[in-house]
Nanobody
Framework: VQLQASGGGLVQAGGSLRLSCAAS????????MGWFRQAPGKEREFVAA????????WYGDSVKGRFSISKDNTKNTVYLQMNSLKPEDTAGYYC?????????????????WGQGTLVTVSS
């Protein structure tokens, strides 16, 4: 599975961005798709994940109520809608896929990773 993340950019605090993660290669049957972020000097942080059917979603505490994850299986794409952005949301955002679907919250729960897209939120 190859994952291509896009949609990052520079936005003012309070603004919105939508990230996309397009999957290609093996059929899009991953049990979990997730987003993580990593700021300079910090560990990779869980942002959001979605189940294969899309019926279950999970969010990190710092983004609950502001971010929303969704997927379009017909387009093999997962989206992360980010609203009410804050300067502390500034990071590289990485999408990930898991065929095992064991734990959506930790990086080791995913076998495949995209290259990342940079989000910068100015104050």
């Amino acid at each position: 599975v190859q994952l291509q993340a896009s949609g990052g950019g520079l936005v003012q605090a309070g603004g919105s961005l939508r990230l996309s993660c397009a999957a290609s290669g093996r059929t899009f049957s991953s049990n979990l798709m997730g987003w993580f972020r990593q700021a300079p000097g910090k560990e990779r942080e869980f942002v959001a994940a979605i189940s294969r059917s899309g019926g279950s979603t999970w969010y990190g505490d710092s983004v609950k109520g502001r971010f929303s994850i969704s997927k379009d299986n017909t387009k093999n794409t997962v989206y992360l809608q980010m609203n009410s952005l804050k300067p502390e949301d500034t990071a590289g955002y990485y999408c990930a896929a898991s065929g095992r679907g064991l734990d959506p919250f930790i990086p080791n729960g995913y076998e495949f990773w995209g290259q990342g897209t940079l989000v910068t939120v100015s104050s």
